[in-house]
């Protein structure tokens, strides 16, 4: 094993300096193991990256080369997905079932990662097999590039906060209950950075300003984040500079990540830092402590309580929510030069989520495609032409009429250099959360009821947030304008991962006939090959 990643670092030396030219590069070994973790103070079998729970955290510069040299110790396949990197013209590295061949065990891969044109707040996870209930995930900040002007002055200091709900059973026992068609329970807890209640402590100096990097990784439900007795200034959503509002709460969707400043300006003691679950009947909750360094007095009374139910409050709170028109983003032209709201969708997709039973066994849908995973990966079926893992039109662009529902490996097709309208609608009783890979997009609009041509005279079309994971309310639509100017097979999904699990995701191929590097790069070198693909070989060098 330890051979074989020598011989792959001198491949890869040669493929980055033809492909991604004079970027600096950054190295990580990753080990991925089993190991006991008890963030519930119950006994689990967690995964593990280099023995830590949640994983190291990725820094890097926009365009830098991120090297990351995977060791699988499980006893089972294992792949690394990275939410919010958008591997430009890249997807096999995307590191989803449809995209990349699973590590097997005892094997390695090499993930080569270029933060192209990119900030902003994100964190990797394991997309294979639920082993998201067991950790292996963990937060990736991109800093602009030191001539970039940033629409707010330098930080005293940058807190990742990764939050998400949490199970006392194993992972492989809820995996168990998805694969015999059964719903898995409500999460039993919340945690921050892996812990649970007052487990972390984030000291800071009076009169100094902090950031704070907020995803939620959970798998089940929306979180509220906030701080007692301070206000939050948002700054930045998964890349995009945002209008500097000011919240005393912030909700943070499955999948989604959110920057806000905060200024230690009140009396010197401890505060808590609460995040609890949204939307539930049933309310998790969990804290942290903010201490101000000179502090001698310790957290006082009960930590803050935060909104529940209320639907309306979290929708005028998102569509608050706006891009920061002359601010900077990756490149020191404003965000609000790109003028999304002028251009006119060449057509629009309407996609509905659903929660059919097939075969007596609880399935979840999309326009009526309850997604199954291929023998191979879509996008090396796609590069090889190898017949018969999936058919483009297997899903539909519009929900069909009646309730049917069928399993298969779906992918729709779509163009390159398409600027299209997506539009999700929800008529279930729950908010869903939708993430597109290799993405961001801008948020029109979002309303209760069914969305119509007329929802158009609501849109927002000049300063729409730009984001890569987005909500639906229940009985509600979101609709978002994306154009479509990464060429590759790029996963739509739910981020309710219990749905994703069982079908509630597909794939969007955006093709084009040239095969330039200019508009895709092949499968690398290093690329594992697995199913029907198997033995097959892409690069010359």
Not at 206 to 211: A, I, N, Q, V
Not at 406 to 432: C, D, G, H, K, P
Request: aromatic share 14%; charged share 15%.
């Amino acid at each position: 094993m330890r051979d074989s990643c020598k011989v792959s670092i001198v491949l890869l030396l040669v493929l980055i300096n033809g492909v991604f030219g004079d970027n600096p590069y950054r190295f990580f070994t990753w080990k991925i193991t089993y190991g006991d973790i008890y963030p519930l103070g119950v006994k689990q079998q967690g995964i593990l990256i280099n023995g830590q729970f949640p994983g190291p955290h990725i820094d890097a510069v926009t365009n830098d080369n991120i090297i990351i040299s995977v060791f699988n110790y499980l006893r089972e396949p294992f792949l690394i997905s990275w939410n919010g990197v958008q591997q430009r013209k890249n997807s096999y590295q995307d590191g989803v079932i449809g995209t990349t061949c699973p590590i097997p065990p005892g094997k390695n891969f090499t993930y080569i990662i270029q933060v192209k044109d990119q900030i902003g707040s994100f964190y990797y996870f394991p997309s294979l097999a639920f082993h998201k209930a067991a950790g292996a995930f963990g937060a990736i900040r991109v800093w602009s590039r030191p001539r970039i002007p940033v629409p707010f002055p330098s930080p005293d200091g940058d807190f990742w906060l990764l939050a998400g709900d949490w199970y006392k059973t194993n992972h492989y026992v809820l995996r168990r209950l998805l694969d015999a068609g059964r719903n898995i329970p409500f999460p039993d807890g919340v945690l921050i950075n892996g812990r649970g209640w007052g487990g972390n402590t984030f000291t800071v100096q009076p009169g100094k300003t902090y950031r704070f990097r907020i995803s939620n990784v959970g798998t089940a439900t929306t979180l509220n984040f906030r701080i007692q007795g301070h206000t939050m200034k948002l700054v930045e959503v998964e890349g995009s500079h945002t209008i500097q509002n000011i919240y005393t709460s912030l909700d943070v969707h499955l999948g989604q990540s959110y920057s806000v400043l905060v200024t230690a300006n009140q009396a010197p003691q401890d505060y808590y830092i609460v995040v609890s679950s949204r939307f539930t009947r049933r309310v998790l909750t969990t804290t942290s402590i903010l201490h101000y360094s000179n502090s001698r007095r310790g957290v006082s009374g009960p930590a803050p309580s935060g909104p529940t139910l209320n639907i309306a409050s979290s929708l005028f709170q998102a569509r608050t929510i706006k891009r920061n028109l002359t601010a900077s983003g990756p490149r020191p032209n404003p965000q609000g030069s790109y003028h999304y709201g002028l251009i006119k969708p060449a057509r629009t997709i309407m996609l509905a989520n659903s929660a059919p039973w097939i075969n007596g066994k609880q399935r979840y849908a999309v326009n009526g495609a309850s997604f199954v995973a291929p023998d191979t990966p879509l996008k090396l079926a796609d590069y090889f032409k190898i017949p018969g893992v999936f058919n483009l039109g297997s899903i539909p662009s519009y929900p069909p009429g009646g309730n049917g529902a069928y399993l298969t490996s779906s992918v729709m097709a779509a163009n390159f250099r398409e600027f299209i309208e997506i539009v999700f609608q929800n008529w279930e009783n729950s908010v869903q959360s939708w993430h597109i890979s290799g993405y961001s997009f801008f948020v029109v609009g979002m309303d209760g009821g069914q969305w119509t041509q007329g929802s158009r005279s609501k849109y927002n079309l000049r300063d729409a947030v730009s984001r890569s994971t987005v909500q639906v309310y229940p009985r509600a639509w979101t609709a978002i304008y994306i154009a479509l100017d990464n060429v590759g097979m790029w996963n739509i999904r739910s981020e309710s991962w219990a749905r994703q699990y069982l079908g509630q995701q597909f794939y969007l191929r955006v093709y084009t006939s040239s095969t330039s590097y200019r508009d895709e790069y092949p499968p690398p070198k290093n690329a594992l090959m697995c199913g029907r693909a198997r033995g097959r070989h892409t690069r010359p060098f």
